[in-house]
């Protein structure tokens, strides 16, 4: 997710924290686990969950208290996606609260989705900041640190999907791991943890995500990743920030998919209910002109938006799936009086945290 995102995202995170047993609509019952042959991935970030119910937010479907997770899955959502930090402020999207979410995702019967950002903050195109602790290694020292990394994760979490890096358009870890500048060192960093997923875990699919649907750009990304070992290529796509053509978005998934020989996944979208904010911060999408013709800023419109990108994906050759992010990012006020969601127009839930019609696109069919 972009970087307007992350100055707010890691704020009000010094709330007095409560289990996620303490939630009185927490996803607790264990049901079966995912069906093997449903193999078209329908995903939610879920990422911000534990922070929103440490600040005691509760979720609602049809009026009824629900757990997110429950909700999702009675939906038809079969993956939770994840972020990962390697050492947060306050443990916040830490390898000790993602592996307690990713066990409760499991027990609600959900595959789980790790994006490593390999940073201890938001890593995207802009900004790829190498973890504190590693910032002075030099470059074999680095790599052997990503190694012993990726193998904790493999060992602790054990996902289902791997994402190696957040959208890494211009490669992670800099600047030793700067695609343009040391463009050998980073493709031996992610050959280096892509190797340790493929030793600990072979059935694990490892993904490369870049922000963008453009077909130039992913062009020139994917071929410089070619060397590397990995099943999925992940895009994000955001109309706000690339561009409102949705014939783009399935001309590039084919496009890939068809020269690389990878499935295609969709790895973050979102779309706005309402232009209208629920708390004193601002949010990302709201105004009419960054909204997609024929898409209104409604729960239909919604609705209807991810239900696209998501046949968009699904008749696709090359479609794998695809995953909604900041769906559970409601509005919410922590210790200080700056602080809030940019994203709750664009979430699951409505203003008075009610799953939304847009839940009907996690649906099978």
């Known amino acids: 997710m972009k970087k307007y995102i992350k100055i707010l995202g890691v704020i009000a995170i010094t709330a007095i924290q409560f289990s996620c047993s303490s939630n009185d609509n927490a996803d607790t019952e264990p049901v079966n686990p995912p069906d093997v042959s449903d193999t078209f991935i329908r995903a939610s970030d879920v990422s911000f969950l534990p922070q929103m119910e440490s600040l005691g937010t509760k979720f609602y479907s049809n009026g009824k208290a629900e757990g997110m997770f ?43 989705w790790l994006t490593v950002h390999y940073s201890d903050d938001w890593a995207d195109p802009g900004v790829q900041t190498t973890p504190e602790e590693w910032k002075n290694l030099n470059f074999a020292d680095l790599k052997s640190a990503v190694t012993s990394y990726t193998s904790t994760i493999i060992s602790e979490i054990n996902p289902d999907i791997i994402q190696i890096g957040n959208e890494i358009n211009s490669g992670l870890l800099w600047p030793q791991g700067n695609l343009i500048s040391n463009e050998k060192q980073c493709i031996e960093i992610l050959s280096a943890a892509s190797a340790v997923v493929r030793s600990k875990a072979p059935n694990t699919k490892i993904m490369i995500h870049y922000a963008g649907v453009s077909g130039g750009g992913t062009d020139w990304f994917f071929t410089k990743m070619k060397s590397i070992d990995y099943d999925y290529i992940g895009l994000s796509y955001y109309p706000v920030w690339h561009g409102k053509d949705l014939n783009e978005v399935k001309n590039t998934i084919d496009a890939l998919g068809k020269k690389f020989s990878k499935k295609v996944l969709i790895a973050e979208t979102a779309y706005p209910f309402t232009l209208l904010h629920n708390d004193q911060t601002n949010n990302i999408v709201g105004t009419s002109d960054q909204l997609v013709p024929g898409y209104p800023a409604t729960p239909a419109g919604q609705r209807t938006f991810v239900m ?8 696709s050759q090359y479609g794998q799936g695809f995953a909604y992010w900041g769906g559970e990012w409601v509005a919410f006020k922590g210790p200080q ?9 664009q979430a699951l839930y409505s203003f008075d945290n009610n799953a939304l019609s847009v839940m009907q696109a996690f649906s099978k069919d």
Not at 77 to 84: A, G, K, Q, S
Not at 308 to 315: F, L
Request: aromatic share 4%.
């Open 70 to 112: 429950t909700t999702l899955r009675n939906a038809g959502c079969n993956t939770v996606r994840i972020r990962l930090w390697k050492k947060p402020v306050n443990g916040r999207s830490g390898l000790s609260e993602v592996k307690q979410l990713a066990q409760k995702a499991r027990q609600a019967g959900l595959r789980v």
């Open 337 to 345: 009086s700056t602080t809030g969601s940019t994203f709750e127009n």
């Open 308 to 315: 696209d990108i998501k046949n968009i994906v699904k008749t």
